[in-house]
């Protein structure tokens, strides 16, 4: 069974920096397309940074461009998303996942989530 398991978040002031990881288990991720999405009190879940396999290749929304960077580690099994620059606008549950269609990744139907991890910026 597969398996995600989100860490890494907290309480942080506005300006401040995370480091979110996400460990699969029950299979290897290393042949796909892994990402992170969020989901904020009252909000659907959004799409925030995709990292491709085969070249590295990222993609992040228009909200985090400049201030996140998402990474990986196939040894690992890992991704990351480093957070820079956090802004309240930011607070929410973070999420993992992997496969689908790089440039679909955004609104590829995952099935399955893990229980995320909460990412709260104070102002």
């Known amino acids: 069974q597969v398996q995600l398991v989100e860490s890494g978040g907290g309480l942080v002031q506005a300006g401040g920096s995370l480091r979110l990881s996400c460990a699969a288990s029950g299979r290897t991720f290393s042949s796909d397309n892994m990402g992170w999405f969020r989901q904020a009190p009252g909000k659907e879940r959004e799409f925030v940074a995709v990292?491709?396999?085969?070249?590295?290749?990222?993609y992040y929304a228009d909200s985090v461009k400049g201030r996140f960077t998402v990474s990986r580690d196939n040894a690992k099994n890992t991704v990351y998303l480093q957070m820079n620059s956090l802004k309240p606008e930011d607070t929410a549950v973070y999420y993992c996942?992997?496969?689908?269609?790089?440039?679909?990744?955004?609104?590829?139907?995952?099935?399955?989530w893990g229980q995320g991890t909460q990412v709260t910026v104070s102002s």
């Open positions: 996942n992997g496969g689908g269609p790089f440039l679909g990744f955004p609104t590829a139907d995952f099935g399955s």
């Open positions: 990292i491709s396999w085969t070249d590295g290749r990222t």
